[in-house]
């Protein structure tokens, strides 16, 4: 019985890493739009440049562009964000 409890536990300690880290990261695309306030207001561009890092940073796949995505773009996106 320990044996088999022991062996149990071995291999659970080999699947359970793998099944965790197999999880693909969130893709997210941003679609800012031209800044078009006064300074300090309604910033697009800078959210751009602000969230894509520190997504990325957090474990997701971001992107971004002050255009529409492309097809392509679109088809490696899970959430689009967008703020214009």
Do not use: C
């Not at 997504?55 to 996106?77: I, V």
């Amino acid at each position: 019985m320990k044996r088999l409890l022991l062996s149990l536990a071995l291999a659970s300690s080999f699947v359970l890493p793998q099944v965790s880290s197999a999880a693909e990261p969130l893709r997210v695309f941003i679609r800012a739009g031209a800044k078009s306030h006064a300074p300090g207001a309604h910033d697009f561009p800078q959210f751009l440049k602000d969230w894509v890092p520190m997504l990325n940073e957090r474990g997701a796949k971001a992107d971004g562009a002050l255009e529409f995505p492309t097809k392509e773009q679109l088809d490696k996106t899970d959430v689009l964000i967008l703020h214009s």
